[in-house]
């Protein structure tokens, strides 16, 4: 179902508030996800079969999802973001055997229907990464460029279409970083990580251009975690360790240093997918 949305509303103090939320219709595996300060947009959904469906929560209500449109192109994985209007689903991967996609489609978020073409990644396959946003600009990493792990960045101006083009480099290549929103209005996050696996933290400044930054570590290293933000706080959830985690630590944006922890999630997750009202590319 839908749980450990983590709604910015109650990052403060989330542990005890921590909820069931609702059901998804269909079931989701490895889902990505964008929102705006109303509504929160689920894609990703099908297991075992893969759909193209897109389904979408009010995030001021507890309630389960509804039915909001289509994809271009049915995958998972994909690297998801948004600023207060629009969400941009770029890239992900099909079912076995996994064909990868460069894919870029988007949609109105205020709005139901189906995606968009928006363009392409430079890379002609990107998966298994993470994306942050300003109100302006989306950037996400390539991971994986089938058939190895890189390390490149690629950005796009979300109020326009076009193809994706280069940022700058993350310190090392993996894939299964932390996926979701983790960023304020400045600075966005690229956290844990496998190849093997991490507890990496590392930052880019939005508005330029150029490689990431060392911001600290998680408190235990994870791949395929689901993270999100408000503006001054991010907080990463799940993973695999090896072992399912239950695990929730935290940052605060502006500042470096190492994750300190922030509580558990009800039940244990990885690949999975967060987003929130006030993360760093609504304002």
């Known amino acids: 179902g839908i749980r450990h949305c983590l709604l910015s509303r109650g990052l403060g103090d989330v542990y005890k508030r921590q909820q069931d939320f609702g059901e998804l219709n269909t079931a989701a595996s490895l889902p990505g996800s964008v929102s705006s300060s109303t509504r929160m947009l689920v894609t990703g959904m099908g297991t075992p079969s893969l759909t193209n469906t897109i389904e979408f929560i009010t995030i001021a209500n507890i309630a389960s999802s509804e039915d909001f449109g289509d994809m271009t192109v049915a995958r998972r994985r994909t690297q998801s973001l948004s600023n207060s209007t629009r969400g941009v689903h770029v890239a992900g991967s099909g079912t076995s055997p996994l064909p990868y ?23 002609s396959t990107v998966t298994h990464g993470g994306s942050v946003a300003s109100s302006t600009r989306g950037i996400y990493d390539a991971a994986y460029v089938n058939p190895a792990y890189v390390n490149s960045i690629e950005y796009i101006t979300i109020a326009s279409t076009g193809n994706g083009q280069d940022f700058g480099d993350l310190s090392q290549a993996k894939g299964y970083r932390v996926r979701g929103s983790i960023c304020d209005t400045t600075r966005g996050l690229f956290a844990g990580g496998y190849n093997p696996v991490q507890d990496t933290i590392e930052f880019v400044t939005m508005a330029t251009l150029g ?66 009202d006030s993360h760093g590319g609504l304002s």
Not at 101 to 123: E, L, M, P
């Open 101 to 123: 996609h460069n894919t870029i489609d988007y949609n109105a978020i205020a709005t139901a229907g189906n995606s968009i073409d928006f363009g392409d990644t430079s890379a």
């Open 211 to 276: 490689n990431s930054t060392d911001f600290g570590n998680l408190t235990v290293a994870r791949r395929g975690g689901g993270g999100t933000s408000n503006s001054i706080k991010s907080v990463f959830m799940g993973g695999y360790l090896p072992g399912v985690s239950n695990v929730i630590d935290a940052v605060v944006i502006q500042t470096t240093g190492n994750a300190k922890d922030f509580g558990d999630l009800l039940i244990r997750t990885h690949d999975s997918s967060a987003s929130s």
